[in-house]
């Protein structure tokens, strides 16, 4: 996969972003897996803002978007070095069924696969920590 947009899930995200958003950099929030469901969630932000937001958003003022997405039939869940702030880098690559995810950063990476990608519905908010 190359675009946020090609995900599951991605009709919210594509609605409030005019063109493709490239899968690239990261600044994870939070992983929860869930190991009697086989599933992980991530939470992240990414660098790019949404450029057609929707009404209510644009009374606000905002300079983060965060966006996630759910893994099912997780396997081969491996996590070096949880990162704190450092920005990772994310690639995901689909194998016959399956789609391989790694996420990166120079102490920190987290890899696995899963079966089944869906993307989470992007949020916006302020923040000091800016990408």
Same mark, same amino acid.
């Given at each position: 996969?190359?675009?946020?947009?090609?995900?599951?899930?991605?009709?919210?995200?594509?609605?409030?972003?005019?063109?493709?958003?490239?899968?690239?950099?990261?600044?994870?929030?939070?992983?929860?897996?869930?190991?009697?469901?086989?599933?992980?969630?991530?939470?992240?932000?990414?660098?790019?803002?949404?450029?057609?937001?929707?009404?209510?958003?644009? *009374? %606000? #003022?905002?300079?983060?978007?965060? &966006?996630? =997405? /759910?893994?099912?039939?997780? $396997?081969?869940?491996?996590?070096?070095?949880?990162?704190?702030?450092?920005?990772?880098?994310?690639?995901?690559?689909?194998?016959?069924?399956?789609?391989?995810? *790694? %996420? #990166?950063?120079?102490?920190?990476? &987290?890899? =696995? /696969?899963?079966?089944?990608? $869906?993307?989470?519905?992007?949020?916006?908010?302020?923040?000091?920590?800016?990408?």
């Amino acid at each position: 996969m190359k675009y946020w947009n090609d995900f599951e899930g991605s009709n919210f995200f594509n609605m409030v972003f005019s063109g493709a958003i490239k899968i690239g950099e990261i600044k994870l929030f939070s992983i929860v897996v869930d190991n009697v469901a086989s599933t992980a969630t991530l939470a992240f932000n990414i660098k790019e803002l949404p450029d057609k937001p929707p009404l209510k958003w644009q *009374s %606000i #003022e905002y300079n983060a978007c965060r &966006i996630g =997405f /759910t893994c099912d039939d997780v $396997r081969g869940l491996n996590v070096k070095n949880l990162p704190a702030t450092s920005l990772m880098t994310v690639n995901i690559e689909r194998h016959d069924s399956r789609f391989r995810v *790694s %996420i #990166e950063a120079e102490d920190s990476s &987290i890899e =696995f /696969t899963a079966a089944y990608l $869906r993307l989470g519905d992007p949020s916006v908010y302020f923040t000091d920590d800016v990408f």
